[in-house]
């Protein structure tokens, strides 16, 4: 089986790629020929997914998946969450974006945050999503070179290491995306 992820994140497609195996074929936005922006103008995490894994099945005629991953920090009343990609502006640079929240919560004891994922399939015009949660902790610097994003800064709950700090294979095992993708490849192997 053919599959479009439908992102243009390399690193999610490296960490996906590793999950599906050898079962489903996945296709980049590149490998499809789709160089555009997707649009992403829905203000929860289920309504970005399934804009941009129907505007590839609909433009490309292709069957696909989006994913949106929003962190959620109590501190800040569930903020950056949807607008995790962009919480630093419209450049959308990582660590403009991890310095912004770091500095918003220079003064919060509770550093409690969560990672969300709605992966939306598009499979022959049929829709679904599958959803993925993982808790944890804002550490007040950046440890670990790995993963891409809020990795650097963000402790999964009973570990003592960042998400930058583990290898793929490890966060794997556990992150928000990764629990999303189990849920979308039992799905897919029904």
Request: charged fraction near 30%.
């Amino acid at each position: 089986m053919k599959l479009c992820f439908a992102t243009n994140n390399e690193g999610k497609v490296n960490e996906i790629r590793k999950l599906l195996g050898e079962e489903i074929e996945l296709l980049s936005l590149k490998d499809i020929g789709c160089t555009e922006e997707l649009p992403e103008t829905g203000v929860t995490l289920e309504e970005n997914s399934r804009q941009k894994a129907a505007y590839v099945y609909e433009k490309y005629q292709v069957n696909s998946f989006a994913d949106d991953t929003g962190l959620e920090v109590a501190a800040l009343d569930g903020a950056p969450g949807v607008y995790s990609a962009r919480y630093a502006g419209p450049e959308c640079l990582a660590e403009n974006n991890m310095n912004l929240l770091l500095e918003n919560l220079k003064d919060k004891d509770n550093r409690r945050a969560a990672f969300k994922t709605c992966i939306t399939l598009v499979l022959d015009g049929e829709y679904r999503q599958f959803f993925g949660t993982v808790e944890g902790e804002i550490i007040r610097e950046k440890k670990g070179a790995m993963g891409f994003g809020y990795d650097p800064i963000f402790r999964p709950e009973g570990l003592e290491v960042t998400f930058a700090e583990m290898t793929i294979e490890e966060k794997n095992k556990m992150s928000h995306r990764a629990r999303a993708v189990v849920k979308l490849v039992e799905y897919l192997k029904r």
